[in-house]
């Protein structure tokens, strides 16, 4: 199992579409989960924290399930400004370093 | 306002010449590090550090290099280009493992 996964997409949505990615992870000691938004090869931007008892920013949702080991984003309300690649970020097997997923594709259209 | 700089944005090179690729961070965070970026492989670590002197090879280690000799800095070092690495290259820093990573703008390698 790799120590992050993603599924790739891409998601094509229509705006105002809620949208959510799972992302699963292996190592289950790990502590600390992150979502990033990258545009077009330009580099990766925190797009918010992942907490146990889940985050909240505006339109985006993010939540942490320990049992199945994954993480999720929500997003709702689809912009057009939202088509990006998503990338999740959990600790490595090792629990020496953090890992980046491959990244989901969104696409959202009007 | 701290920042993460990487130079050069953009370098065209030839095969076997060594290169070496700036990373400049004001935070003050101990840990930097180098990744490479290809379709269909998303982001791979090179090399990283957490600290002065401390130097670790990542999943894609192979044909770099790097040196820590204070916080702020961790240049990456081709030691002799070849076109597979052609490619492009982020550096990034956090303050420890387990807070968030920050990176810089990105440099655009391309080795012909």
């Known amino acids: 199992r790799k120590e992050v996964e993603q599924d790739p997409g891409p998601f094509n949505v229509p705006e105002g579409a809620t949208v959510a990615f799972n992302c699963t992870y292996s190592?289950?000691?790990?502590?600390?989960f992150f979502w990033y938004r990258q545009d077009c090869r330009k580099e990766p931007k925190l797009l918010m924290s992942?907490?146990?008892s889940g985050n909240e920013d505006g339109r985006f949702t993010a939540q942490l399930n320990r049992a199945s080991q994954y993480i999720s984003l929500l997003i709702r309300d689809s912009k057009l400004s939202d088509s990006a690649t998503y990338l999740c970020v959990g600790g490595n097997q090792a629990g020496t370093a953090l890992i980046f997923g491959k990244g989901t594709t969104l696409s959202v259209s009007s | 306002d701290a920042e993460i700089t990487q130079s050069p944005r953009h370098k065209i090179t030839e095969t076997g010449r060594q290169v070496t690729l700036a990373c400049h961070q004001t935070?003050?965070?101990?840990?930097m590090f180098w990744y490479r970026q290809d379709l269909g492989h998303g982001l791979r670590l090179i090399h990283y550090s957490y600290g002065v002197q401390d130097t670790n090879k990542g999943e894609v280690s192979d044909g770099y290099s790097v040196s820590r000799s204070n916080t702020e800095d961790l240049p990456l070092t081709l030691e002799s280009a070849a076109s597979s690495q052609t490619s492009v290259y982020f550096c990034?820093?956090?303050?420890?493992?387990?807070?968030?990573?920050?990176f810089g703008d990105g440099t655009r390698l391309s080795i012909l």
């Open positions: 992942v907490y146990s």
């Open positions: 990034a820093s956090s303050a420890n493992s387990n807070q968030p990573q920050h």
């Open positions: 190592n289950s000691a790990s502590q600390s």
């Open positions: 935070w003050n965070h101990n840990n």
